[in-house]
């Protein structure tokens, strides 16, 4: 399985951006994908989720109310609507998928895209 993620870039505070995840491998259907956001200086954090169905969707507590996660099933994509960004979501973000359960916690997933950079401007 193989992970690629897109959409980063500079916005400025109260700005949108959706980032997009490509994920290889089948069936896609099988996995649940998530995001991770790392900050300079700091841990990797869960942002969101999706599992099956993909009204099964769980996210950070930082984000809640301003992101929005979504899976295409048929194009193998997962999407993250993020809204009203803050300077503090600036960071590096992952998807990340595994076969089965969803879960919030970095250990459980075992495939990796290579991040895209979010910058949040004041």
């Known amino acids: 399985v193989q992970l690629q993620a897109s959409g980063g870039g500079l916005v400025q505070a109260g700005g949108s951006l959706r980032l997009s995840c490509r994920v290889s491998?089948?069936?896609?259907?099988?996995?649940?994908v998530a995001w991770f956001r790392q900050a300079a200086g700091k841990e990797r954090e869960f942002v969101a989720a999706?599992?099956?169905?993909?009204?099964?969707?769980n996210y950070g507590d930082s984000v809640k109310g301003r992101f929005i996660i979504s899976r295409d099933n048929a194009e193998n994509m997962v999407y993250l609507q993020m809204n009203v960004l803050k300077p503090e979501d600036t960071a590096i973000y992952y998807c990340?998928?595994?076969?089965?359960?969803?879960?919030?916690?970095?250990?459980?997933?075992?495939?990796w895209g290579q991040g895209t950079l979010v910058t949040v401007s004041s």
């Open positions: 491998g089948h069936p896609f259907s099988r996995y649940a």
């Open positions: 990340a998928a595994r076969q089965g359960t969803m879960f919030t916690y970095i250990r459980y997933y075992n495939h």
């Open positions: 999706v599992g099956q169905p993909s009204t099964n969707i």
